[in-house]
């Protein structure tokens, strides 16, 4: 059971966090209404074992691994490729860089191809290089070790290099 200090401090990373993590469920999704459903779906399950977590100093981390562990289940499901927000339409505020984040202005012709990227590269390229963790952070959030962290990046990088060749300048 909760005591009003717990929600008094849940409340606190809530406020202090958010924009945060919608911005990193946004680059999970690519959809900014998916990435805010992501970041209350983590932050409910946060909510239910505030009090362990909480006490083991890994909040953050925590919080970000069920974001990607329900981003990858919720890709898993096949109606959720139906569900796909077109990026030309979408509006320019739904960007990651117009999230809040002190990240410059983001290129579209880049951000378009992070996108089309697997979901595991997709998540390991958003905790590197927009969220800016180490590869020990992004291998605890991903579950994986730093070598997987490392051989993902270089794939997510290498494949994002060809892409953006062929794009027309």
């Not at 992004?138 to 794939?155: D, P």
Request: glycine residues 4%; charged residues 30%; aromatic residues 8%.
């Amino acid at each position: 059971m909760q005591t009003p200090q717990d929600e008094d401090d849940f409340a606190a990373f809530v406020r202090a966090r958010q924009d945060a993590l919608v911005r990193f469920g946004y680059l999970l999704t690519g959809d900014r209404m998916s990435g805010e459903d992501l970041t209350q779906t983590a932050l409910a399950k946060l909510y239910l074992k505030w009090e362990t977590i909480r006490a083991s100093e890994a909040v953050e981390a925590w919080v970000r691994k069920v974001m990607v562990n329900e981003h990858t289940t919720w890709w898993r499901r096949a109606w959720r490729h139906r569900e796909r927000l077109d990026f030309d339409t979408a509006h320019s505020d739904t960007r990651p860089g117009s999230l809040g984040s002190d990240h410059g202005p983001v290129d579209d012709d880049l951000w378009r191809q992070v996108m089309t990227l697997p979901p595991r590269q997709r998540a390991a390229v958003a905790l590197r290089y927009y969220e800016d963790l180490t590869e020990a952070q992004t291998a605890e959030i991903l579950g994986c070790s730093i070598g997987t962290v490392k051989s993902q990046t270089h794939r997510a990088l290498a494949s994002l290099r060809t892409k953006l060749e062929e794009v027309p300048a």
